[in-house]
């Protein structure tokens, strides 16, 4: 499916996903209302990296996103997207304008997530380089310097406001970074570790409407993960639905509609994915259940389009 590259003057709803798609090369902002109508969802924004916005030396970097998020940043001012792609790419960008790179660098490592801290800087998860980085993006468009903290199969990123640490989600186990030092030069230090479960922690995400909790998916569930308790919940509200293997990404609306995808492979065993094994031309709704299919598409994820961390 060719979609044509838009940048609309769009804001931030609860009605909208964007989704990593592989094989369009690109981040697609979609809105969902029309699949709930049975119709087919409206594409509302489109990005990719290229030299018409900034990343003429980073192109080669760029083509097969992992993830994108949209968070509100006081310090910068507005909305930002924090993206990554398996080739190497971590960047910030302004949303909606897209057209212009804010920081940017091939990281390398196979980046599978990104997020914006409040200070400007972003993390950045790899799993193939086993590692979580702070990069001092706050410095410049440019700025290569980072803290580094070993994680064998770091998949996964997320800002806690509350109790103001980084959650870092790696093969086996969760884990709660402190950010110290000055912006420029970041510290990091390991201030809780939990063992997973089951292996291959893949998502995480923020349960909205419960900032105590948080999603986990591994190669085999999806969990709750209860920060008070220091536990993880198997027997959430629609559980039975939304826990499989191989869950490549998960949310939920502020509504408490849950967001999934899985790949091809794993849900028609069958035919597998056209494209690769590791994605999906559908996106799952859960509670209220429904399917939204985007033909010719290859999602790796898909994420709900809120700016909040929590």
């Not at 110290?180 to 970041?186: E, H, I, K, S, V």
């Not at 995480?204 to 920060?227: A, E, F, M």
Request: aromatic share 10%; hydrophobic share 35%; net charge negative.
């Amino acid at each position: 499916m060719k979609i044509p590259h838009l940048s609309k003057n769009v804001g931030v709803s609860n009605n909208t996903v964007a989704v990593t798609d592989q094989a369009s090369h690109q981040i697609i902002v979609l809105r969902i209302d029309e699949w709930a109508r049975g119709q087919q969802a409206a594409v509302v924004w489109t990005w990719s990296a290229a030299a018409s916005n900034g990343f003429e030396r980073l192109e080669s970097s760029w083509g097969l996103p992992t993830d994108a998020k949209i968070r509100r940043n006081e310090k910068l001012g507005g909305y930002w997207m924090a993206v990554t792609d398996s080739r190497g790419l971590a960047a910030v960008v302004p949303y909606p304008q897209g057209d212009s790179r804010q920081w940017g660098c091939n990281v390398g490592g196979n980046p599978h997530s990104a997020e914006l801290l409040p200070n400007g800087n972003i993390a950045v998860a790899a799993s193939t380089g086993g590692w979580v980085r702070i990069y001092a993006s706050s410095q410049g468009p440019d700025c290569g310097d980072y803290v580094e903290y070993p994680f064998p199969g770091a998949h996964g990123v997320q800002w806690d406001p509350e109790r103001q640490v980084l959650w870092a989600l790696g093969d086996d186990d969760l884990v709660a970074l402190e950010i110290a030092g000055p912006d420029a030069a970041p510290v990091v230090r390991e201030v809780h570790k939990i063992a997973l479960p089951t292996r291959y922690g893949h998502d995480l995400q923020p349960v909205y409407g419960n900032t105590d909790r948080l999603w986990v998916s591994t190669g085999s569930h999806v969990y709750q993960y209860i920060k008070s308790l220091n536990d993880f919940d198997e027997s959430y509200s629609n559980s039975d639905s939304i826990s499989r293997a191989n869950v490549k990404s998960v949310g939920n609306c502020p509504s408490g509609q849950v967001v999934s995808t899985v790949p091809d492979q794993v849900i028609r065993p069958d035919t597998g994915s056209s494209f690769n094994d590791w994605c999906t031309a559908r996106i799952d709704f859960i509670n209220p259940s429904m399917t939204g299919n985007l033909p010719g598409a290859a999602i790796y994820k898909a994420r709900v389009w809120n700016p909040n961390y929590n």
